[in-house]
């Protein structure tokens, strides 16, 4: 129920969902209060136009995912432990465990295993994306032996309450966490919480150093192809939002 919840309102959160949230209203404000049906409509032309802005989404972009950088190299732990997404099962007509963007994920986790980083890779999501992730694992040559499924979570949260105990039970305690870097610093905070010592590796980064110097190096034609919003860079600066007020929300529930 309480995800339920958090869906729902998660959705009027959404830059996009708050914009169709304020043009609403102001459908009923028009012919009573027409000064404030106007500042509503000049606050969703301002979230769609600075948050749907490619360069401004960029940035802001940034500003999460290089908090931490890739793993460095010789990096060892107890464990790898991969947070389930991006992966479609082989549903018909699906040949094939298929792949998005957050895959990334398992081909980092395969990748530091085969650089044995750490003998055991520990996969955590619903039981559709852990199971999925856990055949796209094998595919890249992970064996099935190397390979833990906790397959109960709905979030992160529950990814890291039922992950932990799990590692804690087997002197599991130093672990590489592998996530989209959008991610990291949120799920570095929960699961440090749970007595864990967390390497951070981060993967799946939207804004790479080659976007970030064409960026600073501010070429006009750049920056007239990149004056109208785009859905891309508001549903990126949403999600940046969401990690923004996730990470202050557990930050503040562990000091209360």
Known sequence: MVAVLIGFFR???????????????????????PKTAIWFVIVSLLVVGV??????????????????????????????VVLAQGTLPADTPRQRVEVQDQADRMLYAAT????????????????????????LL?????????????????????????TAPVLLAQNIHRVLLV???????????????????????????RVTLRDWEALNAWHWQDVINKLMPTTQALNQSAQVIWEYMAL???RLKAIF
């Not at 499924?149 to 992160?156: C, G, I, K, T, W």
Request: glycine fraction near 4%.
């Open 138 to 162: 094998l595919e890249l040559g992970v064996p099935s032996e190397a390979i833990l499924v906790q397959d109960r979570s709905s979030n992160m949260i529950t990814d890291a309450a039922l």
């Open 179 to 205: 996530t989209s870097a959008l991610q990291m610093d949120r799920a570095n905070f929960i699961f440090s919480q749970l007595g864990l010592e967390v390497i951070p590796a981060p993967t799946d980064y």
């Open 112 to 135: 530091l295993y085969q650089q044995q980083a750490a003998p055991l890779i520990i996969v955590s999501g619903s039981y559709s994306q852990a199971s999925s992730a856990r055949t």
């Open 11 to 33: 959705q009027f959160l959404n830059p996009l969902g708050f914009v169709a949230l304020l043009l609403f209203i102001t459908l009923f404000l028009i012919k009573k209060h």
């Open 51 to 80: 948050l749907g802005n490619p360069i401004f989404s960029t940035f802001f972009a940034r500003s999460v995912e290089w908090r931490y950088m890739p793993a460095a190299a010789g990096t060892k732990a107890d464990a790898i």
């Open 248 to 250: 202050a929300f557990y």
